[in-house]
């Protein structure tokens, strides 16, 4: 990610250390971010699923 780099605070590893902190899952190699990005790709497809299958559940009900 590209920053203005103010003392410690726009180093690499501070980046990383602040999203981090933030609840972001962050990679150390390119192989290790595309693994985060497919689970996370698969946690919203998961969710998506189950909405729609509530949805369909709650129209049957109507």
Same mark, same amino acid.
């Given at each position: 990610? *590209? !920053?203005? +780099?103010? %003392?410690?605070? *726009? $180093? ?5 250390? @602040? ?6 899952? +962050?990679?150390? $190699?390119? $192989?290790? $971010? ?12 998961? /969710? @998506?699923?189950?909405?729609?299958? *509530? !949805?369909? /559940?709650? %129209? @049957?009900? @109507?």
């Amino acid at each position: 990610a *590209g !920053a203005i +780099v103010s %003392g410690s605070s *726009g $180093t690499a590893r501070a980046k990383k250390e @602040a999203l981090e902190s933030a609840g972001v899952r +962050v990679g150390s $190699t390119p $192989t290790e $971010t595309a693994r985060h990005v497919l689970e996370a790709l698969d946690a919203l497809d998961a /969710r @998506a699923g189950a909405a729609q299958d *509530g !949805a369909a /559940r709650d %129209g @049957a009900r @109507a």
